[in-house]
Protein backbone atom coordinates (compact mmCIF):
# COMPACT_ATOMS: atom_id res chain seq x y z
CA UNK A 1 0.00 0.00 0.00
CA UNK A 2 2.02 2.85 -0.93
CA UNK A 3 1.02 6.12 1.82
CA UNK A 4 2.71 8.90 -0.14
CA UNK A 5 4.72 11.84 1.94
CA UNK A 6 5.75 9.86 5.09
CA UNK A 7 8.87 11.55 4.60
CA UNK A 8 7.81 15.45 4.35
CA UNK A 9 9.77 17.71 5.61
CA UNK A 10 12.89 15.22 5.85
CA UNK A 11 15.71 15.66 4.41
CA UNK A 12 18.25 12.51 3.44
CA UNK A 13 22.25 12.51 2.58
CA UNK A 14 22.08 9.58 0.41
CA UNK A 15 25.61 7.90 0.51
CA UNK A 16 26.57 5.91 -2.38
CA UNK A 17 30.19 3.68 -2.01
CA UNK A 18 31.66 1.46 -5.12
CA UNK A 19 29.18 -1.29 -6.24
CA UNK A 20 26.70 -2.50 -9.34
CA UNK A 21 24.07 -1.84 -6.97
CA UNK A 22 24.81 1.90 -7.41
CA UNK A 23 21.97 1.44 -10.44
CA UNK A 24 19.26 0.97 -7.89
CA UNK A 25 20.49 4.25 -5.98
CA UNK A 26 19.02 6.46 -9.46
CA UNK A 27 15.77 5.03 -8.63
CA UNK A 28 16.03 5.19 -4.50
CA UNK A 29 16.47 9.08 -5.24
CA UNK A 30 13.13 9.10 -7.09
CA UNK A 31 11.44 7.27 -4.54
CA UNK A 32 12.32 8.85 -1.34
CA UNK A 33 11.42 12.07 -3.06
CA UNK A 34 8.29 10.43 -4.21
CA UNK A 35 7.67 10.08 -0.20
CA UNK A 36 8.39 14.15 0.54
CA UNK A 37 11.85 13.94 1.05
CA UNK A 38 14.55 16.21 -0.22
CA UNK A 39 18.13 14.31 -0.82
CA UNK A 40 21.59 15.21 -0.54
CA UNK A 41 23.56 12.91 -2.48
CA UNK A 42 27.16 12.23 -1.80
CA UNK A 43 29.27 9.44 -3.67
CA UNK A 44 32.73 7.76 -3.23
CA UNK A 45 35.31 7.73 -5.54
CA UNK A 46 34.79 4.46 -6.60
CA UNK A 47 31.02 4.85 -6.60
CA UNK A 48 30.97 7.44 -9.38
CA UNK A 49 32.78 4.40 -12.10
CA UNK A 50 29.52 3.07 -11.41
CA UNK A 51 26.76 6.06 -12.04
CA UNK A 52 27.48 9.35 -12.62
CA UNK A 53 27.30 12.59 -10.51
CA UNK A 54 25.49 13.68 -13.63
CA UNK A 55 22.87 11.66 -12.80
CA UNK A 56 22.49 11.96 -9.26
CA UNK A 57 22.19 15.48 -9.44
CA UNK A 58 19.64 15.47 -12.44
CA UNK A 59 17.75 13.07 -10.03
CA UNK A 60 18.13 15.32 -6.93
CA UNK A 61 17.94 18.82 -8.19
CA UNK A 62 21.05 19.45 -6.00
CA UNK A 63 24.68 19.01 -6.44
CA UNK A 64 26.33 16.01 -5.66
CA UNK A 65 29.52 15.92 -3.44
CA UNK A 66 32.24 13.44 -3.64
CA UNK A 67 35.57 15.10 -2.35
CA UNK A 68 36.39 16.41 1.40
CA UNK A 69 38.39 19.60 -0.39
CA UNK A 70 35.28 20.46 -2.70
CA UNK A 71 34.98 24.41 -1.58
CA UNK A 72 31.79 24.92 -2.82
CA UNK A 73 30.41 25.03 1.17
CA UNK A 74 30.95 28.58 2.56
CA UNK A 75 33.04 26.89 5.33
CA UNK A 76 34.71 24.38 3.12
CA UNK A 77 33.64 21.69 5.34
CA UNK A 78 31.48 19.54 3.81
CA UNK A 79 31.65 16.48 5.75
CA UNK A 80 30.01 18.72 8.78
CA UNK A 81 27.52 20.88 7.16
CA UNK A 82 26.04 18.53 4.69
CA UNK A 83 25.16 16.21 7.81
CA UNK A 84 23.55 18.89 10.11
CA UNK A 85 20.66 19.67 8.36
CA UNK A 86 19.74 15.62 8.00
CA UNK A 87 17.13 13.27 9.47
CA UNK A 88 18.69 10.47 8.52
CA UNK A 89 22.11 9.61 6.43
CA UNK A 90 21.43 6.43 3.91
CA UNK A 91 24.41 4.53 2.90
CA UNK A 92 22.91 2.53 -0.41
CA UNK A 93 25.15 0.81 -1.67
CA UNK A 94 27.15 0.09 0.95
CA UNK A 95 30.82 -1.97 0.12
CA UNK A 96 32.25 -4.32 2.07
CA UNK A 97 35.20 -1.89 1.74
CA UNK A 98 33.25 1.34 3.08
CA UNK A 99 31.79 -1.00 5.70
CA UNK A 100 35.67 -2.15 6.49
CA UNK A 101 36.37 1.76 6.73
CA UNK A 102 33.85 3.22 9.21
CA UNK A 103 34.32 0.00 10.96
CA UNK A 104 37.28 1.05 11.66
CA UNK A 105 36.33 4.98 12.18
CA UNK A 106 38.64 6.22 9.25
CA UNK A 107 37.34 8.96 7.37
CA UNK A 108 39.42 9.54 4.31
CA UNK A 109 36.98 10.35 1.63
CA UNK A 110 34.20 12.50 2.00
CA UNK A 111 31.57 10.05 2.61
CA UNK A 112 33.36 8.59 5.16
CA UNK A 113 34.40 11.57 6.88
CA UNK A 114 30.76 12.38 7.06
CA UNK A 115 29.62 9.14 8.35
CA UNK A 116 32.40 9.28 11.38
CA UNK A 117 31.45 13.26 11.89
CA UNK A 118 27.80 12.72 12.10
CA UNK A 119 25.99 13.42 15.35
CA UNK A 120 25.74 10.10 16.76
CA UNK A 121 22.75 11.22 19.02
CA UNK A 122 20.60 12.13 16.36
CA UNK A 123 21.52 11.06 13.00
CA UNK A 124 20.51 7.85 12.36
CA UNK A 125 22.98 5.87 9.88
CA UNK A 126 21.59 3.32 7.58
CA UNK A 127 23.72 0.69 5.84
CA UNK A 128 22.20 -0.85 2.58
CA UNK A 129 25.02 -3.78 2.05
CA UNK A 130 25.60 -4.97 -1.50
CA UNK A 131 28.41 -6.97 -2.18
CA UNK A 132 28.95 -10.57 -3.39
CA UNK A 133 27.83 -13.64 -1.62
CA UNK A 134 31.30 -14.57 -0.67
CA UNK A 135 32.29 -10.97 0.30
CA UNK A 136 29.46 -10.79 2.35
CA UNK A 137 30.36 -14.20 3.79
CA UNK A 138 33.64 -13.39 5.01
CA UNK A 139 34.81 -12.94 8.52
CA UNK A 140 35.86 -10.24 7.79
CA UNK A 141 33.20 -8.17 6.60
CA UNK A 142 30.51 -10.28 9.01
CA UNK A 143 33.31 -8.54 12.17
CA UNK A 144 33.10 -5.29 10.24
CA UNK A 145 29.10 -5.64 10.01
CA UNK A 146 28.86 -6.73 13.54
CA UNK A 147 31.06 -3.47 14.70
CA UNK A 148 29.28 -1.31 12.67
CA UNK A 149 26.00 -1.83 14.17
CA UNK A 150 27.84 -1.95 17.67
CA UNK A 151 29.17 1.08 17.00
CA UNK A 152 25.23 2.24 16.35
CA UNK A 153 24.41 2.11 12.76
CA UNK A 154 21.15 0.20 11.19
CA UNK A 155 22.25 -2.63 8.60
CA UNK A 156 19.18 -2.83 5.63
CA UNK A 157 19.19 -6.12 4.81
CA UNK A 158 21.61 -7.25 2.74
CA UNK A 159 18.42 -9.88 0.36
CA UNK A 160 19.21 -13.05 -1.14
CA UNK A 161 18.75 -13.56 -4.80
CA UNK A 162 20.90 -13.16 -8.25
CA UNK A 163 23.49 -11.44 -8.35
CA UNK A 164 25.28 -9.22 -11.38
CA UNK A 165 28.56 -11.55 -10.53
CA UNK A 166 25.93 -14.32 -11.94
CA UNK A 167 26.06 -16.03 -8.26
CA UNK A 168 23.01 -16.45 -6.32
CA UNK A 169 22.95 -16.01 -2.00
CA UNK A 170 23.13 -12.95 0.85
CA UNK A 171 24.27 -9.71 -0.56
CA UNK A 172 22.10 -7.97 -2.95
CA UNK A 173 21.12 -4.74 -1.37
CA UNK A 174 17.55 -3.82 -1.21
CA UNK A 175 15.45 -2.90 -3.44
CA UNK A 176 14.57 1.25 -3.82
CA UNK A 177 10.98 0.64 -2.02
CA UNK A 178 12.21 -1.78 0.18
CA UNK A 179 15.13 0.43 1.39
CA UNK A 180 12.22 3.75 1.60
CA UNK A 181 9.99 1.61 3.14
CA UNK A 182 12.57 0.82 5.92
CA UNK A 183 13.68 4.13 6.56
CA UNK A 184 10.14 5.37 6.95
CA UNK A 185 9.18 2.79 9.83
CA UNK A 186 12.64 3.68 11.54
CA UNK A 187 11.61 7.22 11.84
CA UNK A 188 8.62 6.26 13.77
CA UNK A 189 8.28 6.26 17.44
CA UNK A 190 8.89 3.03 18.81
CA UNK A 191 5.67 3.21 21.27
CA UNK A 192 5.37 -0.65 21.02
CA UNK A 193 9.01 -1.71 21.63
CA UNK A 194 9.24 -4.72 23.57
CA UNK A 195 5.35 -5.93 22.50
CA UNK A 196 4.18 -8.93 20.46
CA UNK A 197 1.44 -7.79 18.48
CA UNK A 198 -1.22 -10.63 16.59
CA UNK A 199 -3.27 -9.64 14.28
CA UNK A 200 -6.19 -11.08 11.84
CA UNK A 201 -7.16 -9.98 8.32
CA UNK A 202 -8.82 -10.05 5.87
CA UNK A 203 -11.81 -12.52 4.53
CA UNK A 204 -12.22 -16.08 5.52
CA UNK A 205 -13.34 -18.71 2.84
CA UNK A 206 -15.91 -21.24 3.99
CA UNK A 207 -15.91 -24.27 1.37
CA UNK A 208 -18.68 -25.72 -0.54
CA UNK A 209 -17.05 -28.21 -2.19
CA UNK A 210 -13.70 -28.47 -3.72
CA UNK A 211 -14.42 -25.80 -5.60
CA UNK A 212 -16.74 -23.52 -4.42
CA UNK A 213 -17.08 -21.32 -1.31
CA UNK A 214 -18.55 -18.42 0.73
CA UNK A 215 -16.43 -15.31 1.08
CA UNK A 216 -16.94 -11.98 1.61
CA UNK A 217 -15.29 -8.29 0.52
CA UNK A 218 -12.47 -7.67 3.13
CA UNK A 219 -9.87 -7.09 1.26
CA UNK A 220 -7.15 -7.37 4.49
CA UNK A 221 -5.68 -3.89 3.60
CA UNK A 222 -6.58 -2.43 7.20
CA UNK A 223 -5.45 -5.37 8.80
CA UNK A 224 -2.19 -5.32 6.84
CA UNK A 225 -1.97 -1.49 7.49
CA UNK A 226 -2.07 -2.12 11.62
CA UNK A 227 0.61 -4.36 10.93
CA UNK A 228 2.89 -2.51 9.09
CA UNK A 229 2.15 0.23 11.80
CA UNK A 230 2.68 -1.97 14.80
CA UNK A 231 6.22 -3.70 13.40
CA UNK A 232 7.43 0.14 12.27
CA UNK A 233 6.32 0.92 16.05
CA UNK A 234 9.31 -1.42 17.41
CA UNK A 235 6.60 -4.61 18.05
CA UNK A 236 6.67 -8.58 16.99
CA UNK A 237 3.94 -9.04 14.75
CA UNK A 238 2.01 -12.31 13.83
CA UNK A 239 -0.41 -11.08 11.00
CA UNK A 240 -3.03 -14.55 10.36
CA UNK A 241 -4.27 -13.60 7.03
CA UNK A 242 -7.45 -14.90 5.26
CA UNK A 243 -6.87 -15.12 1.34
CA UNK A 244 -5.87 -11.84 0.03
CA UNK A 245 -3.74 -11.15 -2.43
CA UNK A 246 -1.77 -8.39 -0.21
CA UNK A 247 2.34 -8.33 0.17
CA UNK A 248 3.44 -8.70 3.62
CA UNK A 249 4.65 -5.57 5.44
CA UNK A 250 8.38 -6.14 6.25
CA UNK A 251 9.16 -8.00 9.39
CA UNK A 252 5.82 -9.24 9.95
CA UNK A 253 5.04 -13.05 10.27
CA UNK A 254 2.40 -14.09 7.99
CA UNK A 255 0.50 -17.22 8.64
CA UNK A 256 -2.13 -18.03 5.57
CA UNK A 257 -5.30 -19.65 6.30
CA UNK A 258 -8.39 -19.89 4.34
CA UNK A 259 -11.48 -20.81 7.07
CA UNK A 260 -12.44 -19.51 10.02
CA UNK A 261 -11.53 -22.62 11.92
CA UNK A 262 -8.30 -22.60 10.11
CA UNK A 263 -8.04 -18.73 11.60
CA UNK A 264 -9.28 -20.41 15.20
CA UNK A 265 -6.78 -22.68 14.97
CA UNK A 266 -3.87 -20.81 14.18
CA UNK A 267 -4.56 -17.61 16.96
CA UNK A 268 -5.69 -19.61 19.64
CA UNK A 269 -2.57 -21.25 20.70
CA UNK A 270 -0.26 -17.43 19.59
CA UNK A 271 -2.84 -15.25 21.65
CA UNK A 272 -1.39 -16.06 24.83
CA UNK A 273 2.38 -15.52 24.04
CA UNK A 274 1.37 -12.10 22.80
CA UNK A 275 0.51 -8.53 24.85
CA UNK A 276 -1.82 -7.46 22.01
CA UNK A 277 -4.54 -8.79 19.85
CA UNK A 278 -6.41 -6.59 17.04
CA UNK A 279 -8.85 -8.85 15.17
CA UNK A 280 -9.62 -7.01 11.90
CA UNK A 281 -10.41 -10.01 10.02
CA UNK A 282 -14.12 -10.08 8.26
CA UNK A 283 -14.63 -14.09 9.78
CA UNK A 284 -17.68 -15.46 8.40
CA UNK A 285 -20.29 -15.97 10.93
CA UNK A 286 -21.16 -19.63 9.33
CA UNK A 287 -19.73 -22.21 7.40
CA UNK A 288 -21.11 -25.24 5.35
CA UNK A 289 -21.90 -28.41 7.49
CA UNK A 290 -20.31 -31.06 5.74
CA UNK A 291 -18.30 -29.80 3.05
CA UNK A 292 -18.73 -31.70 0.14
CA UNK A 293 -15.93 -33.67 -0.74
CA UNK A 294 -16.63 -33.83 -4.84
CA UNK A 295 -17.58 -30.96 -6.83
CA UNK A 296 -21.53 -30.80 -6.67
CA UNK A 297 -22.94 -31.23 -9.78
CA UNK A 298 -26.50 -30.01 -11.67
CA UNK A 299 -27.92 -33.02 -12.33
CA UNK A 300 -30.70 -31.62 -15.13
CA UNK A 301 -33.45 -31.82 -12.70
CA UNK A 302 -33.71 -28.03 -11.70
CA UNK A 303 -33.29 -28.96 -8.10
CA UNK A 304 -30.90 -27.04 -6.20
CA UNK A 305 -28.51 -28.39 -3.52
CA UNK A 306 -29.30 -28.10 0.20
CA UNK A 307 -26.48 -27.35 2.60
CA UNK A 308 -26.59 -26.86 6.43
CA UNK A 309 -24.89 -24.32 7.64
CA UNK A 310 -22.83 -24.24 11.65
CA UNK A 311 -21.73 -20.96 13.27
CA UNK A 312 -18.27 -20.04 13.32
CA UNK A 313 -16.50 -19.65 16.43
CA UNK A 314 -15.95 -16.41 17.52
CA UNK A 315 -12.23 -16.03 17.58
CA UNK A 316 -11.93 -12.58 19.50
CA UNK A 317 -14.15 -13.43 22.26
CA UNK A 318 -12.20 -16.65 22.72
CA UNK A 319 -9.32 -14.69 22.71
CA UNK A 320 -11.28 -12.37 25.32
CA UNK A 321 -11.84 -15.34 27.59
CA UNK A 322 -8.53 -16.53 27.63
CA UNK A 323 -7.65 -16.25 31.85
CA UNK A 324 -4.82 -14.10 31.10
CA UNK A 325 -5.71 -12.36 27.05
CA UNK A 326 -4.16 -9.96 25.73
CA UNK A 327 -5.08 -6.33 25.21
CA UNK A 328 -8.04 -7.15 22.53
CA UNK A 329 -9.02 -4.95 19.83
CA UNK A 330 -12.15 -5.74 17.55
CA UNK A 331 -13.55 -4.05 14.68
CA UNK A 332 -16.90 -3.74 13.89
CA UNK A 333 -18.09 -2.96 10.59
CA UNK A 334 -21.68 -1.39 10.23
CA UNK A 335 -23.99 -0.21 7.64
CA UNK A 336 -25.95 1.84 9.99
CA UNK A 337 -26.22 2.83 13.59
CA UNK A 338 -22.18 2.49 13.74
CA UNK A 339 -21.65 3.78 17.02
CA UNK A 340 -24.52 1.95 19.13
CA UNK A 341 -23.73 -1.33 17.34
CA UNK A 342 -20.21 -0.91 17.99
CA UNK A 343 -20.93 0.08 21.60
CA UNK A 344 -22.77 -2.97 22.36
CA UNK A 345 -20.14 -5.39 20.46
CA UNK A 346 -17.70 -3.90 22.50
CA UNK A 347 -19.52 -5.14 25.76
CA UNK A 348 -20.73 -8.51 23.94
CA UNK A 349 -17.05 -9.44 23.12
CA UNK A 350 -16.22 -8.33 26.41
CA UNK A 351 -13.24 -6.17 24.91
CA UNK A 352 -11.74 -2.89 25.95
CA UNK A 353 -11.66 -1.17 22.78
CA UNK A 354 -13.62 -1.46 19.58
CA UNK A 355 -13.18 0.09 16.56
CA UNK A 356 -16.01 0.86 14.12
CA UNK A 357 -15.97 1.27 10.51
CA UNK A 358 -18.60 1.61 8.15
CA UNK A 359 -18.44 -1.64 6.76
CA UNK A 360 -19.61 -1.50 2.76
CA UNK A 361 -18.42 1.93 1.64
CA UNK A 362 -14.51 0.98 2.98
CA UNK A 363 -14.30 -2.89 1.94
CA UNK A 364 -11.54 -2.60 -0.51
CA UNK A 365 -10.58 1.00 -0.28
CA UNK A 366 -7.42 2.72 0.46
CA UNK A 367 -8.82 5.50 3.01
CA UNK A 368 -11.70 4.55 6.24
CA UNK A 369 -12.76 6.61 8.93
CA UNK A 370 -12.56 4.95 12.30
CA UNK A 371 -14.59 5.23 15.65
CA UNK A 372 -12.87 4.18 18.86
CA UNK A 373 -14.87 3.24 21.50
CA UNK A 374 -13.64 1.84 24.87
CA UNK A 375 -14.94 2.31 28.76
CA UNK A 376 -13.97 5.59 28.96
CA UNK A 377 -15.85 7.38 25.77
CA UNK A 378 -15.40 7.80 22.30
CA UNK A 379 -13.22 9.11 19.48
CA UNK A 380 -13.13 9.68 16.11
CA UNK A 381 -10.53 9.47 13.45
CA UNK A 382 -11.40 11.16 10.59
CA UNK A 383 -11.43 9.65 7.30
CA UNK A 384 -7.51 9.07 5.96
CA UNK A 385 -5.31 6.37 4.41
CA UNK A 386 -5.48 3.43 5.96
CA UNK A 387 -1.89 3.21 7.11
CA UNK A 388 -2.36 6.81 8.34
CA UNK A 389 -5.30 5.44 10.65
CA UNK A 390 -3.13 2.59 11.64
CA UNK A 391 -0.40 4.42 13.00
CA UNK A 392 -3.16 6.69 14.87
CA UNK A 393 -4.74 3.03 16.05
CA UNK A 394 -1.29 2.29 17.13
CA UNK A 395 -0.50 5.12 19.74
CA UNK A 396 -3.63 4.93 21.20
CA UNK A 397 -3.49 1.02 21.33
CA UNK A 398 0.01 1.89 22.84
CA UNK A 399 -1.23 4.52 25.36
CA UNK A 400 -3.61 2.18 26.57
CA UNK A 401 -1.32 -0.81 27.65
CA UNK A 402 -0.32 -1.43 31.22
CA UNK A 403 3.24 0.78 31.96
CA UNK A 404 5.82 -1.97 32.12
O1 LIG B 1 -19.58 -10.25 15.55
P1 LIG B 1 -18.91 -9.48 14.48
O2 LIG B 1 -18.44 -10.33 13.34
O3 LIG B 1 -19.63 -8.29 13.97
O4 LIG B 1 -17.60 -8.88 15.22
C1 LIG B 1 -16.55 -8.31 14.55
C2 LIG B 1 -15.29 -8.47 15.33
O5 LIG B 1 -15.15 -9.80 15.83
C3 LIG B 1 -14.09 -8.29 14.45
O6 LIG B 1 -13.06 -7.81 15.28
C4 LIG B 1 -13.81 -9.68 13.96
O7 LIG B 1 -12.46 -9.85 13.55
C5 LIG B 1 -14.13 -10.51 15.17
N1 LIG B 1 -14.66 -11.87 14.87
C6 LIG B 1 -13.92 -12.98 15.19
N2 LIG B 1 -14.44 -14.23 14.95
C7 LIG B 1 -15.66 -14.38 14.43
C8 LIG B 1 -16.43 -13.25 14.10
C9 LIG B 1 -15.89 -11.99 14.33
O8 LIG B 1 -12.79 -12.84 15.67
N3 LIG B 1 -16.14 -15.60 14.20
Known amino acids: MSEALDLQGRHVVLGLSGGIACYKSAELVRELQRHGATVQVVMSEAAAQFITPVTMQALSNRPVFSSQWDARQHNNMAHIELSREADALLVAPASADFIAKLAQGRGDDLLSLLCLARPIDRLPLLLAPAMNREMWAHPATQRNAAQVVADGAMLLGPAAGDQACGEVGDGRMLEATELCEELVAHLQPKLLAGQRVLITAGPTFEAIDPVRGITNLS ?86 PNFEMIENPDILASVARLPKPPYCVGFAAESHDLAKHAREKRLRKGIPLIVGNLGPATFGQDHNALLLIDGQGERELPHAGKLALARELVREIAARLPKP
Open 219 to 304: SGKMGFAIARAAAESGAEVTLVAGPVALTTPRHVRRIDVQSALQMHEAVMPLAGQHEVFVATAAVADWRVQGCSEHKLKKDGSGRV
